[in-house]
């Protein structure tokens, strides 16, 4: 048996370790709708149990199973438009209205479905396999022979008694009996839950914590009743009977399933939920289905397209209508060889108008080609590679923490080059969370003489708004210098003032109230003391960054915390009257732990002078509020050093306490442990009124500021997006000064901008919150925050004339109001014609809202990143959620759409990739771009084509015209199995090709030229103006083929037995030119060639031949019309490899012209990059911080023509 833990005991240290209740609440939601589950614990036999009927502990998270596989996929299949239409024709070309064989379409439509599906059943096999491997687990349970013995976590059952180990996960959801801790504490990591990183502490109750062995369980049984299966991690309502007496249960005694057991030898408890009944699986849910712009437009242009086809179709219906009934004319026939009189329905012309019908229905099936059946496939395959090379980014991977980019899905590829605004958070996004102790002010003194990024920015400021000025201010430069001959080793310590250091606050004139500030920092916390062994050195394991820094600063001020026993802490202090180290031990009362809406900390300890203190920290939002009338005697000027703190970029904290009267506590902790004992709904703010009833009047003692360092290249990262014409929104919960210097800091807010500052802090709203009329100050503050926008507007209007960038800066109580209905256009609007736009103390709910707003009211790509728990609503609300995955956890991650590890790899993210994959994937859609207005050269570009729709609209618009050439009979032009591998094989590996590996600039250009990016914003690309002019380009491409090939082959000798061509040679030819054509457009239209683009362009024509050739030798019963065609007829005559010369040059002509045209006197950005090589130095100077796109890309056109001219 594993050694027990022992000396710890955490019963009175933690809050929830108050609850020792005797259940005088009535538990009256036990029992009703939603809280009926009942548990039997360690009791088999009960028949009750056995009814109860609960789930094992299997788990799936596979989308399909054998049984519905086949039904389930193949209608995931037909939800697209496409398929819908295949499937009706493949089932429609079994009847005598088919115009070619059946097999030649259900072959095609099969492979194209089968590889879907195929990749689906791969993709949920991964599943399948990974669901096995967690299902196989073992853990120990109790069993009937009362011992523990490993089993299968499938295998486990309600009420099931496990045992489970140090870093093994929880099983089940279980309800914590004991541990190896005494008083049943112990450590969990709930991670792959919530994504935080930090520990969180758990306790059973005390009349389970004793159950520690086997042999203490053979009599143990209990009843707990619950809440029914939920996905609320952080609620739970219970109540456990054991020996007869009922016991409130809270989420501090629940382990949920997979969270881990950390720093304890092991714990006992008992299954309460199983399976897909756990916390966890109830989380389980799909996240938000996004898809992207231009997939949501290729369903359009599939409609389109339909349209077309069902023009078409009437077209020749009307057509053969009218020249079938013209075959039957005063009782005579006029076609008598076709003989009308022997005919089916079909071709009956005394019934024209049912054969003009029925000739409809087989329009619908031939001319079905001009919708590409290959074309989801080839999109998705091309979006996974997409994503991998992505994933393989060297230039994305953070060595430090062994990161790599993940692009956790693959539909939003093409967003990336789209996006019009990012949100973004600022701690643990801009900066590192690695957080070090600058300053401080205590009894109204500042010390520290650390400086930082921000107040460097701020030098520089002060230089340029006085050109006066060679060179920083002397004392700024003066700290630069102390801090980089003095700089420490200590992790989390930069903090350095030789008044307090090395013990020299002694001779303070305020040492009493630096002994009283050190010994908040020492004491008021929930850190763990570790000791190395082999060092002696401590390293403390606490719950944020901020936590660990300040235990560290009292450390190193002579205030060190080395240990933690039941209910004390232990420091080293530094005495300041004999100056030596002391032992002093403070008795652990109460932690009254932080949370975002007390934004505040407090512990109560009982000192060796037995007197009660109350230490505290917390935001000066709240602590200034609770300050005692006598406790203000530093107010003002502390005030000054954290507004100093705050322009400075810093994270402040105000540090407080007060001594408490031993009749005040007594009467104080009955109500606290009543309120913390109660199971009412009102229970939360029942503590929350007790804690905030003896955090009041407390005594001032100072503030901390601890430095949040900028991540490495974020300021250059911004300045490359916003050079990229990107809007970059920041949404921070920082106060004001914080969030503006940070914002300078990293180039979000630059010189010459014009800052909109909307705030409430006025005089006129302070008087009316002190009056406390609510409704009194929410009309004051709407009119006070519509009044602001209105004024920031007018602000802009002025400002548009003379190019002047502005930056929006609103606090979380003004955005409040700013989001209500009839303001929230208003702020858009404002807003939107912001350069910059800060948004400061926004809560995670705001940040969702806003997000909200700009997707919604701008109708452009809007990408937000983040890397906490309180960025997930902001991620998912966004078109692209961009988690990071720092020292926050995983929550972002998991919730986001990509994943990066700094900040300063979004840069590459969008300008590159983004910038790629747009392009390759309007590429294989649509044209390249032009600028709006120049609508002439539009039809045709040198460097994109329509390839999909292009290709299919050449093919499919010869069928048209063959069949008016021959009388709109439904005569295919070529042979089945031609008409079937057009789009499978001979067609569709170039345009993969084209969407995985072309580009227009190298990653190089990409990023030294961020205005390119600009493509994607404009969505130049991927117009219906573009779609439909390279639908005509089709069209015409159809018609040379189609009237050349006809002219040139026909009514002549084309054998050299003097043979003229039949309709056979005419489908080889036609078809030939059409390969041909279409994979020279695709070459000529290439940036960049790879072998893979030679061998699968030149290869798809070569296999064309092959095809042919072999397919020939094939007996004419399958063959039919191609049978030896290549070998005896085509491939022995001049005449056809002429005419495929002569026609494929003619329907490239007027491509190259117009691409020719286009580039010379209508060039594009990467035209002019690309031809005119400007150099970096002139293109930077015509970009600015402001303006739009178009105007820079313009002004770039006219720096051309005055080059030429």
């Given amino acids: 048996m594993p050694r027990r833990r022992k000396g710890i005991q955490f019963s009175r240290i933690y809050t929830f370790s108050c609850i020792r209740s005797s259940f005088k609440e009535d538990y009256s939601q036990i029992g009703q709708s939603g809280y009926s589950r009942i548990v039997y614990c360690n009791d088999y036999e009960n028949p009750q149990a056995a009814s109860l009927n609960y789930g094992k502990n299997y788990v799936s998270t596979t989308k399909y199973t054998m049984a519905n596989f086949i039904p389930k996929s193949l209608f995931e299949q037909f939800r697209r438009v496409a398929n819908v239409y295949f499937i009706v024709v493949a089932c429609v070309s079994f009847s005598p209205l088919a115009p070619y064989r059946a097999v030649s379409v259900v072959v095609p439509l099969t492979i194209v479905i089968g590889a879907t599906m195929a990749k689906e059943a791969v993709e949920d096999w991964r599943r399948k396999k990974q669901d096995i491997e967690v299902n196989n687990r073992k853990v120990k349970v109790y069993g009937n022979n009362h011992a523990f013995h490993q089993t299968k976590w499938k295998e486990l059952r309600v009420g099931d008694l496990v045992k489970v180990e140090k870093d093994e996960f929880f099983p089940a959801d279980l309800l914590l009996l004991s541990?190896?801790?005494?008083?049943?504490?112990?450590?969990?990591?709930?991670?792959?839950?919530?994504?935080?990183?930090?520990l969180k502490l758990k306790q059973g109750l005390g009349v389970t914590s004793a159950l520690r062995d086997e042999s203490?369980?053979?009599?143990?049984?209990?009843?707990?009743?619950?809440?029914?299966?939920?996905?609320?991690?952080?609620?739970?309502?219970?109540?456990?009977?054991?020996?007869e007496i009922h016991h409130p249960l809270s989420p501090q005694q629940i382990l949920l399933r997979d969270s881990k057991l950390r720093n304890t030898d092991y714990i006992y408890g008992v299954v309460i939920f199983t399976g897909h009944d756990t916390k966890v699986m109830q989380n389980a849910t799909d996240p938000p289905s996004k898809r992207s712009n231009i997939?949501?437009?290729?369903?359009?242009?599939?409609?389109?397209?339909?349209?077309?086809?069902?023009?078409?179709?009437?077209?020749?219906?009307?057509?053969?209508?009218?020249?079938?009934?013209?075959?039957?004319?005063?009782?005579?026939?006029?076609?008598?060889?076709?003989?009308?009189?022997?005919?089916?329905?079909?071709?009956?012309?005394?019934k024209a108008a049912l054969a003009a019908f029925f000739h409809f229905l087989t329009c619908l099936m031939l001319y079905g080609y001009f919708i590409p059946i290959s074309l989801y496939v080839s999109i998705e395959i091309v979006k996974v590679i997409q994503s991998i090379f992505i994933n393989c980014d060297q230039e994305m991977y953070f060595e430090e923490a062994d990161k790599p980019a993940q692009a956790r899905t693959s539909n939003l590829n093409e967003e990336l080059g789209q996006v019009h605004t990012i949100l973004s958070d600022k701690t643990g996004t801009l900066t590192c969370n690695s957080m070090e102790f600058l300053k401080c002010s205590?009894?109204?003194?500042?010390?520290?003489?650390?400086?930082?990024?921000e107040e460097d920015a701020m030098a520089r400021r002060i230089k340029d708004d006085k050109p006066g000025l060679q060179d920083s201010p002397s004392h700024i430069r003066e700290h630069i210098n102390e801090l980089v001959d003095s700089r420490t080793p200590i992790k989390g310590f930069n903090f350095r003032d030789e008044r307090i250091m090395n013990g020299q606050w002694v001779n303070e004139p305020q040492s009493d109230v630096i002994q009283k500030f050190s010994r908040v920092l020492a004491?008021?916390?929930?850190?763990?003391?570790?000791?190395?062994?082999?060092?002696?050195?401590?390293?403390?394991?606490?719950?944020?960054?901020?936590?660990?820094?300040?235990?560290?600063?009292a450390k190193v001020l002579g205030?060190?915390?080395?240990?933690?026993?039941?209910?004390?802490?232990?420091?080293?202090?530094?005495?300041?009257?004999?100056?030596?180290?002391?032992?002093?031990?403070?008795?652990?009362?109460?932690?009254?732990?932080?949370?975002?809406?007390?934004?505040?900390?407090?512990?109560?300890?009982?000192?060796?002078?037995?007197?009660?203190l109350l230490l505290c920290k917390g935001a000066d939002s709240v602590m200034f509020e609770r300050l005692a009338e006598d406790g203000r005697m530093f107010e003002a000027k502390t005030k000054d050093h954290i507004s100093e703190y705050a322009e400075a970029g810093l994270r402040t904290l105000v540090i407080a306490y007060r001594e408490l009267g031993e009749e005040e506590y007594r009467i104080w902790q009955e109500e606290f442990l009543k309120a913390k004992n109660s199971v009412s709904a009102d229970r939360d703010s029942m503590v929350d009124a007790a804690t905030d009833r003896i955090e009041r009047g407390l005594i001032l003692l100072g503030a901390t500021a601890v430095e949040d360092k900028l991540q490495k290249g974020v300021p250059e990262c911004i300045e490359k997006l916003a050079h990229a014409g990107i809007k970059i929104w920041v949404l921070t919960g920082d106060k004001m000064e914080t969030a503006v210097n940070i914002g300078y800091a990293c180039s979000l807010l630059r010189q010459g901008m014009k800052q909109i500052v909307i705030t409430l802090d006025s005089p006129e709203i302070?008087?009316?919150?002190?009056?406390?009329?609510?409704?009194?100050?929410?009309k004051a503050s709407h009119e006070s925050i519509a009044k602001q926008i209105h004024e920031g507007k007018s602000q802009v209007s002025s400002g548009k004339e003379s190019s002047v960038a502005f930056a929006l800066v609103i606090d979380g109580n003004s955005l409040a109001f700013a989001l209500m209905g009839n303001l929230e256009s208003l702020f858009l609007d404002l807003a939107i014609d912001c350069a910059s736009v800060i948004c400061c103390r926004s809560s995670p709910k705001q940040k969702a809202l806003v997000t909200r707003l700009v997707k919604m009211g701008t109708r452009k790509t809007t990408l937000a990143i983040g890397d906490g728990a309180n960025d997930v609503g902001m991620l998912q609300e966004a078109d692209i959620g961009v988690g990071i995955s720092g020292v926050e956890g995983m929550q972002a991650v998991m919730s986001s759409d990509f994943a990066i590890s700094q900040f300063c790899f979004l840069e590459r993210l969008l300008l590159v990739h983004g910038h790629w994959c747009y392009r390759r994937i309007a590429m294989m859609l649509s044209g390249d771009e032009f600028g709006f207005k120049m609508l002439f050269p539009l039809i045709f570009s040198r460097t994109r084509v329509c390839y999909f729709f292009y290709k299919n609209m050449t093919f499919g618009f010869t069928l048209f015209c063959f069949e008016a050439y021959t009388s709109f009979s439904g005569q295919p032009a070529y042979n089945d199995w031609y008409m079937s591998f057009y789009n499978v094989f001979f067609t569709s590996l170039p345009v993969i090709a084209l969407g995985v590996f072309e580009q227009d600039v190298s990653a190089r250009l990409c990023l030294q030229f961020p205005l390119l990016y600009q493509e994607g914003v404009q969505n130049v690309l991927f117009r219906w103006l573009r779609i439909f002019a390279w639908i005509f380009n089709g069209v015409c491409s159809s018609v040379i083929i189609f009237f050349f090939t006809t002219h040139s082959i026909l009514h002549q000798a084309f054998r050299g037995d003097g043979r003229v061509a039949g309709s056979e040679v005419l489908a080889v030819t036609m078809y030939t030119c059409v390969v041909w054509t279409v994979n020279c457009q695709m070459a000529l239209s290439l940036n960049y060639f790879t072998w893979v683009h030679h061998i699968l362009i030149w290869g798809s024509i070569l296999f064309w031949y092959i095809f042919l050739a072999i397919y020939g030798s094939i007996p004419p019963t399958i063959s039919t019309?191609?049978?030896?065609?290549?070998?005896?007829?085509?491939?022995?005559?001049?005449?056809?490899?002429?005419?495929?010369?002569?026609?494929?040059?003619?329907?490239?002509?007027?491509?190259?012209?117009?691409?020719?045209?286009?580039?010379?006197?209508?060039?594009?950005?990467?035209?002019?990059?690309?031809?005119?090589?400007?150099?970096?130095?002139?293109?930077?100077?015509?970009?600015?911080?402001?303006g739009s796109g178009k105007a820079k890309i313009r002004h770039l056109k006219e720096k051309l023509w005055n080059r030429r001219s």
């Avoid at 707990?224 to 952080?234: F, Q, S, T």
């Avoid at 026993?565 to 109460?590: A, C, F, M, P, W």
Wanted: proline share 3%.
């Fill in 523 to 553: 004491l008021c916390h929930t850190a763990i003391p570790e000791v190395d062994n082999e060092s002696g050195e401590i390293s403390y394991e606490a719950e944020s960054p901020d936590e660990a820094v300040f235990v560290i600063a």
């Fill in 766 to 778: 302070n008087a009316l919150e002190k009056e406390g009329d609510k409704e009194a100050i929410a």
């Fill in 216 to 243: 203490s369980f053979h009599q143990f049984k209990a009843l707990i009743k619950c809440e029914d299966p939920n996905e609320h991690l952080y609620s739970f309502i219970g109540s456990l009977n054991y020996d």
């Fill in 295 to 350: 997939e949501r437009k290729m369903d359009k242009i599939i409609y389109v397209l339909f349209s077309i086809l069902v023009f078409i179709a009437s077209v020749g219906s009307v057509f053969f209508g009218f020249r079938t009934k013209e075959d039957f004319s005063n009782g005579r026939f006029k076609r008598w060889y076709l003989r009308p009189d022997d005919s089916t329905a079909l071709f009956d012309p005394r």
């Fill in 179 to 198: 541990s190896s801790y005494d008083d049943g504490i112990c450590y969990v990591e709930t991670m792959n839950l919530d994504g935080e990183t930090n």
């Fill in 559 to 612: 205030f060190e915390f080395y240990k933690r026993t039941q209910t004390s802490i232990s420091l080293h202090e530094l005495d300041s009257n004999t100056g030596s180290r002391v032992d002093r031990s403070y008795k652990l009362l109460h932690v009254l732990e932080f949370s975002s809406s007390r934004k505040r900390m407090s512990v109560i300890v009982r000192n060796e002078e037995n007197q009660l």
């Fill in 1121 to 1186: 019309s191609a049978y030896k065609v290549l070998v005896e007829a085509c491939g022995s005559s001049p005449l056809y490899w002429l005419s495929t010369l002569l026609v494929v040059v003619s329907a490239l002509v007027p491509f190259v012209s117009y691409s020719a045209f286009q580039t010379r006197f209508f060039p594009m950005y990467h035209n002019i990059i690309q031809r005119q090589g400007l150099k970096g130095s002139a293109l930077r100077a015509s970009v600015g911080f402001s």
């Fill in 442 to 453: 205590i009894a109204g003194i500042a010390y520290g003489r650390g400086i930082t990024i």
